[in-house]
């Protein structure tokens, strides 16, 4: 088995950021029917689309993934009901954005997968590997994150100190 | 949490054989917030729950991961027996290193690596849970059921003998539906009407039951054990509460040629009517549309004669809001038709069956009605072109099913019962006629159902022919059926008095609008989907909403019967506590940075988000901010990811785990 992995000198790390209901299902599925797949993808479950902040796809670039996929339920079948169409308008602008910037949209992905579809969980997890395995790593954000050494986070004194004068 | 502990199951084999747990487990004890981490054979069985209490209790834990299967497969399990050494449950996770990793690779290093992986993120957001209180609310105990067909009279019947209230909202004039429009049903051929209307009756004089017929659902908010569901009675132009029932006014309406939809349109009826002798309510409606006083304002004879004054045309739609805790969904189905469809249908209909236009083609629910007793034609089966008795009958199964071009690729599951049970009915009444039936295959699963069909082939002498049907054309007073028989090889031409269409089974229409209305989701035909297939056939994934009969997908009596008394059961196991508890993943606003934009409010697909006034000690307005309802949050998140001012936090999903879990990559 190592054999076809040897194969490959680059093995990209991909952030699968999925709804629990439809595609964590679905990958579920996949694992019960013992189907077969690359192992680099790593999933982060949220309880919808809905909830999956551009932000976060940014800083899963920048933390060193070399391909991000989001997936969700059918349009229709959401389990909160609207809330995979709100993540659509979302990243349908976002994706606009990230081309501006100069990040190669084949690195990102957008499916649905739902929770009957493990055989299409297994097709878009292998597909956006090896696009990204024959594109190579993601540079550019992970250099600009040694440069600044921003924490990412926000609890700085400074801004602390904005807040309290808010209310 | 800074004392988290891991525990990684071997599941028996299933996760060890791939994945080096030994390693995953030293790996982990290595990882920021770890103090403790072990592996077990199998972490779920009560030896592996006991480690897990033992070691929370000796290494004073804070935090937990069970890395094993998946949470949608022991969550639970695990949660609860941390709740019971006292730990909060949402500090305890579960890391999928079985359906996400052993079961679906090969390598051992590779899974191991990923395992470790895999630990890693969860420890990172474990190390990031807040302990979270379950929210509480109370139970109305109170159930809504929609659609008065045997589904909903059922679940309806069943919920009331169990001593709750039920408001059963039918959308025609009387309750009944398909069933009551049935001659004889199989398997055993009893009178529908016989066994329908008694059940019928007890819903109208249970004390539990308030019925709304020829009523709507206008509107639906709140959610499990608290929704609030505005009906519309629609005006019916006679006053329930006067009318006896003489039907004096239905024998002088001078309005009486108005197809009748219950005979399937064979026969007529006056503009104030019931749609069957047995309807109930037994109280008339005027239909405005049709009637004479409405379309010009001369007439009124119906109120003239009407002895208590019942007819009133000025009455208007009255809207009522019942308070309810629990609803079941019993809409039925709709048949499907032959005639062309709108452009924008995907559904097709039959142009090779004449789309229609041939008079003596009809579906199975008009042949229902000719051999009804109480049918236009007193049970005689008679053509509708010319009234003759037809001696030749050709019945096509699957018209509309399982016929991926014509848009359904779906089985309607009772078409092949029903057409035997034609055949039977047939040769019953016409004893020298002859039935032929097309079929593609005799799907007849079910108790004493194939004997049934058997006895269609045998002792009725119904000739069955496996093949298809590609062409009906009227010639003469004949309808030619041209089809072929697969068993043998070789054309068939029938000529035929009479062609009855087994028609697929549909969603209703509009069920698609009811369904946003109530927040349940449905498939691409419009059914409504259960929450899942095999162990959750009548729950929505929407709480507190319940599904029954053949608005759910095609079903017979039987079936429809079962799971409408397993909605009921499923709405009396919600009515048996008066408080419910529901996962605490709802979205809270941080008012001191809320900027009053209400983007959440337009994103959120539950209406949880209200506007919330603060006011000064005096009572002064300061501002208004946005402010979530825990008990309507779906617990989505859609509001977090659109606030601009980031003041609006889903708990258990905060960015400070996300981003954890990002950093962790
Ligand atoms: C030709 C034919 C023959 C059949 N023969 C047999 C047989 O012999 N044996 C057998 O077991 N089964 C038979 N069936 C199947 C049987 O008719 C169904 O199983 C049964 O009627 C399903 O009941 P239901 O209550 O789910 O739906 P329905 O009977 O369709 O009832 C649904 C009710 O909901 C109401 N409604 C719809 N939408 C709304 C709304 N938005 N608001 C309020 N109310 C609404 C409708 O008016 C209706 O009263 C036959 C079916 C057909 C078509
Ligand atoms: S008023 Fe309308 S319903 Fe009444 S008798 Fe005249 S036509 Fe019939
Ligand atoms: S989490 Fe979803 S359901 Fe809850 S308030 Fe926010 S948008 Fe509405």
Redesign the pocket.
Known sequence: MHAAHKNHDFEPKIAAFVCTWCTYAGADLAGTSRMQYPPNVRVLKFPCTGRIDPVFILRAFQKGADGVLVSGCHPGDCHYMAGNFHARRRFAAFRQLLDFVGVDLNRLQFSWVSAAEGGKWVEVVTGLTERVRSMGPMREFKELELEEQWSGKVDTPELQEAYEAIS | MSRIGVFVCHCGENISRTVDVERVAQAAARLPGVAYATDYKYMCSDPGQSLLKKAIAEHNLDGVVVAACSPRMHEKTFRKAAEATGLNPFVCEMANIREHCSWVHEDREEATAKAIDIVKLMAARVRRNRRLAAITVPVTKRALV???????IQAALDIADAGHEVVL????PS?????AQ?SE??PTLDCSQCIMTPKMVDVANHPKITLHTYS??EEVGGYIGNFQVTVRKKARSVDMAKCTGCGVCMAKCPQKKIPNAFDKDMGTRPAIYVPFPQAVPNTPVIDRENCTYFKSGKCGVCAKVCGPCAVDYTQQDELVTEQIGAIVV????D?YSIEPKPADSPIQGYGEFGYGTIPDVID??TF?RLASASGPTGGKILRPSDGKEPKEVVFIQCVGSRAREKGISYCSK?CC??TA?HTMLYKHKVHDGQAYVFFMDARTPGKNYDEFWRRAIEEEEAVYIRGMVSRLYQKGDKVVVMGSDISVGIQVEIEADLVVLATA?QA?K?ADT?AQKLGISYDKYNFYSEAHAKLKPVECATAGIYL????QGP????D?VSQASAAAAKVMTLFAKDQLEREPIVARVNERFCAACFACKKVCPYGAVEEKEIRDRQGNLIRVVASVNPGVCGGCGTCQATCPSKSVELDGYTDEQVMAMIEAL
């Not at chain 2, 019993?330 to 189905?333: I, K, L, W």
């Not at chain 2, 029954?548 to 608005?551: I, Q, R």
Request: proline content about 2%.
């Open positions: 929609i659609g008065g067909g045997i589904a909903g909202v039918e959308r025609e309750i009944g539906g398909h069933m049935l049903t199989f709507e659902i019993a809409t039925g189905f048949l199975g629910m229902e009772i019962m029903y049970k089974v209703r509009g009811l029954a009969g053949a608005c079903k017979d009596i039987p429809t």
